[in-house]
């Protein structure tokens, strides 16, 4: 595999979802990967961020990386803005996107809602940044969660379009990465909905810092069914939920789900020994597992974020890293776009 590349928003509560879809994969990653890790605070301001807390947050993310074990040693961990390439690529980029591309994107129509013509035009253009981020270091592969494939779908849009146009190879083609058991970690108060910083209920979720207390407390009432736990039979013959299962019992799904991410099993082995139990029952294991797998991470995640004059420089290091990489792909599609450089 060639080089990895992938992102999170300084957007606060950082979540279980966060955890589970991309920051536990980086960690993974980075053993034989040539991994990029970026906290992208850009993406971050296509809506309002109060100033002060976009800059906790991007702290806070950085921490949660170092926390989680992702190792600066070993990658390159920053903060976006400080690598100007994103956003002049982007610009080219912008050029090469075609409306009716972004008009298709539904995470756009998601957070724009029914005020789609007061959304900012960086909430539109969002995918475009995105594109740059990953091409601005020919990445090859980039993990995220169910809910990127298909910006990560235009991505590749927009690199076979630039190559195209312009009769070069220059960027590969990047694939996603989409793995571990838990790609699509659902709210815990209505299975149907992605888990997600922005839900206004803090039951919804779990939050990396939440305390034992406060996780024990909001697996204890999250949404269940009245039925007993499904058993292995439930799963299709690759050890899947099937859609239909799925849509009847969600949030059932979706705790088995987080039980398997956490305990690194597989799916079929953790309804296997839960098969017919009560929720109640399920619920106790389950918050167990959570407070001795996120506490430490938890904690650890407090002590950096206070440690601001170490997690900056792990983030200045890590641009300057990043800014000889970028700079010679940037100096590559101006000459192929055909910018003077004197
Ligand atoms: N619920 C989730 N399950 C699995 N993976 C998830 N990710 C996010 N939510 C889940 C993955 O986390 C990475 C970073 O996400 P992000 O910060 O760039 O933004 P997001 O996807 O917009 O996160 P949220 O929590 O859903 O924020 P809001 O509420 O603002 O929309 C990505 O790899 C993502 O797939």
Redesign the pocket.
């Known amino acids: 595999m060639g080089r990895i590349f ?4 300084p ?1 606060g509560n950082l ?1 279980l ?2 955890y ?3 920051i536990q994969n980086f960690v993974t990653l980075q053993q034989d990967h040539d991994c990029i890790y970026c906290v ?1 605070d850009l ?1 971050a301001v296509t809506v309002w961020q109060d100033p002060a807390e976009l800059t906790h947050n991007t702290r806070e993310v950085t921490a949660a990386y170092l926390a989680a074990g992702v190792d600066p040693g070993q990658c390159v961990i920053f903060n976006q803005s400080q690598v100007s390439a994103h956003a002049e690529l982007a610009w080219v980029l912008n050029c090469v996107a075609r409306l009716g591309w972004l008009n298709r994107m539904t995470q756009f129509k998601e957070k724009a809602g029914k005020h789609k013509e007061n959304a900012s035009v960086g909430l539109y253009a969002y995918p475009n940044l995105m594109a740059a981020d990953i091409l601005a270091y020919k990445a090859t592969h980039v993990p ?5 494939k298909q910006h990560l779908e235009l991505t590749r849009d927009i690199a076979q379009k630039f190559n195209n146009d312009y009769g070069t190879d220059c960027f590969p083609i990047p694939e996603p990465l989409i793995f571990g058991a ?4 659902m709210s815990l108060r209505d299975g149907r909905n ?6 206004p209920s803090d039951m919804s979720r779990i939050n990396m810092t939440d305390e034992a207390d406060a996780i024990a407390k909001k697996i204890r009432k999250a949404r269940t069914d009245p039925d007993p736990l499904p058993g292995p039979e439930a799963l299709d013959a690759e050890g899947r939920i099937p859609a239909e299962a799925e849509q009847a019992r969600p949030e059932a799904y979706n705790l088995l789900g987080i039980y398997a991410a956490l305990v690194d099993r597989p799916l079929p082995e953790v309804l296997g020994e839960f098969e017919g139990a009560q929720f109640s029952q399920f619920k106790e294991v389950l918050t167990d597992l959570a407070v001795t797998v996120l506490g430490p991470v938890g904690s650890d995640m407090k002590r950096l974020t206070g440690d601001a004059a170490y997690v900056d420089g792990v983030l200045k290091a890590g641009a300057e890293r990043a800014r000889e990489i970028t700079q010679p792909i940037l100096h590559e599609v101006h000459d192929i776009v055909g910018f003077l450089r004197a």
């Open positions: 992938s992102g999170v928003q957007t979540h979802g966060n589970l879809g991309a992208v993406h995220v969660g169910e809910d990127q838990a790609t699509r970690v992605k888990m997600s910083k922005s839900d």
